[in-house]
């Protein structure tokens, strides 16, 4: 009987843990704080996960009242009537129970400058987006100079992209196409030297920094916060002097190129700058 009681006691738990995980994903869902820690492509694995952890907590429940014979023993020959160390049993849920309860308890914290210093920022672009845009830079030159004879070969769709871009009166990075934008920069940076652009994102200093600069960063998620990046564009400009890590802001100001570390990248000559309050949504999210 004290053996039935005890593998009750542990499958009413486990049920209970499940559908601890079922209402905190519920809640991060409903409240919309669940972006704040992975991509929206991701959400239908959240539901899918929400379901099953809901299904089978119940289930769980449901079985720790059950004095069936069959679901109590395995009969396969061995003792099993001994029982675990209370402390231990404590101690191996309490780690499933404590994320559960600091979920519930906490708030969700937006993701500030403080990691920026310990993970680092690229400015310009992330390595990746640089390299896919440069593979697609090398073919499709390769494509224009094996048909150079022929007038009538149609563009690229990249290259209708960069042309609409420069054929612009002011070039407006939006979120959607931050990170598309800020590759075609970066390798096609000479053609881009002198237009007009408009840029929002956070305030972040490197501590080598002159008083004067400052970088327009923003946090790039591909399916999680375990793979965010953090990109920034070099802004270059008296109004930056006086402002503070985390503040946002949208700088207007005129494309440059600048050497940095032995690298050149895009900058930005501040012409017009204006505080902004931070989105609901601070995150880019690659697709």
């Known amino acids: 009987m004290e053996q039935s009681d005890h593998l009750g006691f542990q499958k009413f738990i486990r049920g209970i843990i499940l559908v601890g995980f079922t209402m905190l ?8 704080d669940i972006t ?19 299904i089978l907590g119940t289930i769980q429940i449901f079985r720790s009242d059950s004095k069936k014979d069959i679901d109590l023993f395995c009969d396969c020959g061995l003792d099993h009537t001994a029982k675990s160390s209370p402390i231990k049993s404590l101690l191996i849920y309490s780690i499933f129970l404590f994320p559960i309860l600091t979920g519930f ?35 499709e030159k390769s494509t224009d100079e094996s048909t150079a004879t022929d007038d009538t070969q149609p563009k690229s769709v990249d290259d209708l992209y960069i042309e609409g871009l420069l054929n612009s009166e002011k070039i407006v990075v939006t979120d959607v196409e931050y990170q598309k934008i800020s590759g075609y920069l970066e390798t096609n940076l000479d053609e881009f030297v002198g237009k007009e652009i408009e840029l929002t994102g956070f305030v972040y200093r490197e501590p080598d920094f002159t008083q004067d600069q400052m970088a327009v960063s923003r946090f790039t998620v591909s399916c999680c916060v375990a793979d ?24 207007t100001g005129v494309i440059e190129k600048t ?5 050149t990248i895009p900058s930005i000559g501040i012409s017009s700058l204006e505080k902004v309050e931070a989105p609901s949504d601070p995150y880019i999210y690659i697709y």
């Open 259 to 263: 050497d940095r570390n032995g690298v």
């Open 228 to 251: 965010l990046q953090v990109m920034g564009t070099l802004a270059t400009g008296d109004e930056v002097k006086n402002l503070k890590n985390d503040e946002w802001v949208k700088v």
């Open 25 to 32: 994903l519920f809640k991060l869902i409903i409240s919309g």
């Open 105 to 139: 308890m906490f708030p969700e914290v937006i993701l500030d400058s403080s990691i920026v210093a310990k993970r680092g920022i690229n400015l310009g672009t992330s390595s990746v987006a640089a390299e896919e845009n440069q593979n697609t830079s090398t073919q």
């Open 36 to 54: 704040n820690f992975i991509a929206p492509k991701m959400l239908p694995f959240i539901y899918f996960a929400t379901g099953t952890f809901l």
